[in-house]
């Protein structure tokens, strides 16, 4: 049984079992007498972990063969400026969606290598926030690509459709979301996320892209670095300069351990369950509120207010002494956030909906 629960947004919290193993195989992986941190990249051994993490990540999301796996460093933000300087030449353009602080950082990132044509597709109705259907969203139809980010980490918000287009690129920034629901791959041009959420810990992003957006590419900037060329990175079997391997060994075993779970399938199921049991106590009580509406609430991102702001440091604190860790709000916003990825189990979410209903009795 677990003391405490951990809700942090990113890094966030790694599967109990996969720390363990972690930790006896700290010292001696593969029977090698070392660790997996101290052993070329070049390797046998861990150029058979990459083809395994790759074939994992193929069966759990369904990737087809004519899309290519990247492993890469710098974050989700450094792919802001390699998905432009990849993929528009100096005269192109490109869509952006903004729903929200990442969408926006990606902007203004996007600002720098061309004249991004904004779509504000957030709106606000009797007090609620929702997202417009992409069928209402003004696209230019001289675009390269649409970026968007379908979960945003801070606000709580979601875009919970499908893009369905023919003949559009789609970008998709799943940070927050990435293996925690099923999506459709074949709907995507590219898709990206940072490893600290629901993969392993952070150091590592994955890139799942269309080979024909790599392959005889000649968008290309002369002036992009090797380093984020899709590309050299392709050629290189994502080692053109040494991977992040201890992230990629940790983010390995996690997928064996969601694959043991059931998979994507499986963990979506309880990860609805876990966000609607939480929505749905705000929703009941008079003291906490969202102000989302029910299509774009983020499952994996729950964020609430009070009607009495004051409560908050109190709620903080008391929660924290009940093991319920790291709800703060990010300061953009206010309020509690309980980031609840794939790991929290459900254990977890009625443990924080006990402490919360107790504490609305105490100090409504
Ligand atoms: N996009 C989203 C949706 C995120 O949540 C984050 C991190 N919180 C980022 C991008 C940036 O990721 P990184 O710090 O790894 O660059």
Not at 197 to 215: H, Q, S
Not at 244 to 258: E, H, P, Q, R
Not at 330 to 357: D, Q
Request: glycine fraction near 4%; hydrophobic fraction near 35%.
């Amino acid at each position: 049984m677990q003391k405490i629960f951990n809700f942090s947004p990113g890094p966030a919290l790694l599967p109990y079992e996969v720390l363990k193993k972690a930790q006896n195989e700290l010292i001696n992986w593969n029977n090698l007498n070392v660790s997996v941190m101290e052993i070329s990249h070049r390797t046998n051994h861990f150029m058979n972990l990459i083809k395994d993490i790759k074939k994992d990540l193929r069966e759990l999301i369904n990737i087809p063969l004519q899309y290519e796996i990247l492993f890469c460093q710098g974050g989700a933000r450094t792919q802001f400026s390699a998905i432009p300087m990849n993929l528009l030449d100096y005269t192109e353009t490109a869509d952006y969606a903004n729903i929200g602080h990442w969408s926006n950082e990606a902007i203004k990132e996007a600002k720098k290598y061309c004249n991004p044509h904004i779509i504000n597709p957030l709106k606000k109705k009797n007090g609620l926030y929702y997202i417009e259907k992409m069928k209402y969203w003004n696209f230019n139809h001289n675009s390269k690509y649409i970026h968007y980010c379908p979960n945003e980490t801070i606000e709580g918000i979601a875009i919970n459709e499908e893009p369905k287009f023919k003949n559009k690129t789609i970008i998709a920034d799943l940070s927050s979301v990435i293996l925690a629901k099923e999506i459709d791959i074949k709907n995507y041009g590219m898709i990206y996320a940072s490893a600290q959420k629901n993969i392993g810990p952070a150091g590592l992003t994955i890139l799942i892209i269309k080979k024909n957006l790599i392959l005889n590419n000649n968008k290309k900037r002369k002036e992009l670095p090797s380093v984020l060329d899709y590309e050299i990175i392709s050629k290189h079997n994502s080692m053109f300069n040494t991977p992040a391997t201890f992230s990629l060994y940790l983010s390995g075993l996690v997928l064996k351990w969601l694959k043991k779970k059931g998979g994507i399938k499986y963990i979506s199921k309880i990860n609805k369950k876990k966000a609607k049991l939480l929505y749905s106590t705000i929703d009941k009580s008079k003291f906490y509120i969202n102000k989302i509406k029910n299509s774009n609430r983020s499952i994996t991102n729950i964020v609430f207010h009070f009607k009495n702001p004051e409560k908050e440091n109190l709620f903080l604190k008391k929660s924290q002494e009940n093991g319920l860790y790291y709800l703060k709000g990010h300061k953009k916003i206010g309020g509690i956030r309980a980031s609840i990825y794939n790991a929290m189990p459900i254990e977890g979410i009625k443990k924080l909906i006990n402490f919360m209903n107790d504490f609305e009795k105490k100090y409504i």
